[in-house]
């Protein structure tokens, strides 16, 4: 139930940052969710990879060729789902680095206190 939750709360953040960023595009909600999804899946499997083989250019740049990683899954999630349109690396990149701090945001809210 959490998992599908993040995926909701990841859905409703594209949608939002669609609305903000001006090269972003996304069809509808079904889009957004799906999105959510492919993000998601390409974070877990894709995205360790290409931190492994990008690593000395991670190393050499203290960690913000890091930035660019995530500019890359978003395009390729731009790629993959048919509805969800990103015009350009520099606004992958900053859906990339809008979408992480809004997720983080909603995810803290979403946090269950420890007794």
Do not use: C, D, H, Q
Not at 20 to 31: E, H, K, M
Not at 93 to 109: A, M, N
Request: no cysteine.
């Amino acid at each position: 139930m959490k998992i599908f939750l993040k995926l909701l709360l990841t859905a409703i953040a594209v949608i939002v940052l669609a609305a903000i960023l001006p090269g972003i595009t996304v069809a509808n909600y079904v889009t957004a969710f799906i999105v959510s999804i492919i993000i998601s899946l390409l974070n877990m499997f894709v995205k360790p990879l290409l931190i492994f083989f990008t690593l000395p250019a991670t190393i050499i740049t203290l960690g913000l060729f890091l930035f660019v990683i995530n500019a890359i899954i978003i395009i390729l999630a731009g790629k993959l789902v048919s509805g969800f349109v990103v015009s350009g690396f520099f606004t992958a990149l900053i859906f990339s680095v809008l979408l992480s701090v809004f997720r983080s945001f909603l995810f803290s809210l979403m946090k269950e206190e420890k007794k």
